[in-house]
């Protein structure tokens, strides 16, 4: 079972970027899908989550008003819509799929993961 996630890239200041992830080997229609970055010598920290349904969604403090997570359960992806990027933005994204019917921030709490894409904003 893979996440592959896709979109990453190299952004100006105040640029956009359009995340994905789509799943091979099984379907997630019915999992809490999420976003976490890692940036160079850091941790892997919570970006944003959306509910199974999505319409219940949650964010780090650090990107809300600037990003939007979403889902399209039939066509099984997740999309994470980047707007008004900082350099402070700059990290490996990864997507990541867990069965808990909570939002978690937490790493555990999600069992599947994508390889990651990188997102690089200059200055």
Known sequence: VQL?????GLVQAGGSLRLSCAPSGRTFGNY???WFRQAPGE???FVAAIAWNGVDTRYAD???GRFT?????AKDTVSLQMSSLKPEDTAVYYCAAGSSIFLSLVRSAYKYWGQGTLVTVSS
Do not use: H
């Open 32 to 34: 809490v899908m999420a």
């Open 4 to 8: 592959q996630a896709s979109g990453g």
């Open 43 to 45: 941790e892997r920290n």
């Open 69 to 73: 997570i979403s889902r399209d359960n």
């Open 62 to 64: 650090s990107v809300k």
